[in-house]
């Protein structure tokens, strides 16, 4: 199974570029920038990370985004986690970058996305590996914050496909970025929006009905409520779930208790992300690994997430299809 989950072809859609910050890197850009980090070795920077909940993580997190100044380091950071992509048969990532984390450091909006940008063209052409981006906006800042950062992303819509919502879920309702993601959508954009990983399934169907997301990011305490489940079915809602981050953020105490296997077979369209990688310890095939150490999984199963992965992404009938085949020869050639 390890060999099969190693080499399956994957989809990532669910991964914030700030979280793949290696300690390694967070060190190096540290010297190169001359930036004061309260680490001094790779130990110290891994042994800050161990968290109790989401907000104890999302602490670091943005204290780890200092260390990015200029455009070279927006690439190198995503040139690394591409790199990593093709270790792990990642076709295709949909990214997220949560510009508010920079500009309000004082970083431009196109510093930012130029050096992701750059990266992501390079990788097309020299890896094979595709992609698109998500704007998100930090649900913790105002909706008058987000309305600014939609504004300064005006000029790179051709690079940004969707908005999304991340950052502390308890206390910051979807509901506060009602009008901005309204405007975002009659400006073209997509949306997704992080509900239901700490918060209840009732934030779920807030930012369903209010946001109009194409997809929920988490969305794992969806159980809690039966008709909200058959709905998702249903509509084949996509919920990109994410295990490790899920274990590391006490979602779940264990992987056998994670509810994402029971998730697939109700019918759902669940997807395996690693979102911070970085911080959570693995990319996308130790996701898939945690998950299938954990339960019992066949490989159709195991290829089942990249096939709703792919149904789920942000990208033409035509690369769908081509992805498909991969994936069905894939499985038919190691059943
Ligand atoms: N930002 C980065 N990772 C996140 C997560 N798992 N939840 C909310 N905001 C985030
Ligand atoms: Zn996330």
């Not at 990011?217 to 981050?245: F, M, N, W, Y």
């Not at 033409?316 to 299809?321: A, G, I, L, N, Q």
Request: a negative charge.
């Amino acid at each position: 199974m390890k060999n099969f989950i190693s080499l399956l072809p994957k989809v990532e859609l669910h991964l914030h570029i700030e979280g793949t910050l290696e300690p390694e890197l967070m060190l190096q850009l540290a010297q190169r920038n001359n930036i004061d980090i309260p680490f001094n070795s790779i130990e110290e920077v891994k042994n800050a990370y161990n968290f109790s909940n989401l907000q104890s993580f999302l602490d670091i997190y943005y204290q780890g985004a200092n260390v990015l100044i200029h455009q070279q380091d927006f690439f190198d950071l995503t040139w690394a986690y591409l790199l990593r992509c093709k270790q792990d048969n990642v076709l295709h990532t949909e990214i997220f970058f949560d510009p508010q984390t920079h500009t309000a450091r004082g970083i431009s909006f196109d510093t930012v996305i130029n050096g992701i940008h750059r990266a992501l063209e390079q990788a097309k052409v020299e890896l094979g590996i595709s992609s698109q981006l998500i704007m998100c906006f930090l649900r913790h800042l105002d909706e008058q914050s987000a309305f600014e950062t939609l504004a300064q992303a005006q000029p790179h819509q051709d690079k940004i496909i969707a908005v999304g919502l991340d950052s502390s879920e308890l206390g910051n309702p979807a509901g506060k970025f009602e009008r901005v993601f309204k405007q975002a959508i009659s400006q073209g954009f997509l949306t997704v929006a992080h509900a239901g990983e700490e918060g209840p399934a009732s934030s779920i169907h807030e930012a369903l009905e209010l946001l109009q997301i194409s997809r929920i990011d988490h969305g794992v305490r969806c159980v809690d409520d039966p008709e909200l489940v058959e709905q998702l079915i249903k509509a084949r809602t996509p919920l990109t779930v994410c295990p490790l981050s899920n274990l590391k953020l006490k979602v779940f105490a264990q992987m056998e208790q994670h509810n994402i296997v029971e998730l697939l077979r109700k019918g759902l369209c669940v997807t395996i992300n690693s979102d911070d990688p970085s911080y959570f310890g693995g990319y996308m095939t130790d996701n898939f690994l945690a998950v299938t150490n954990a339960h019992e999984v066949s490989k159709a199963e195991a290829a089942q997430f990249t096939f709703n992965a792919i149904e789920a992404s942000f990208i033409s009938d035509s690369e769908k299809e081509r992805l498909n085949t991969a994936t069905q020869n894939y499985l038919q050639l190691h059943q």
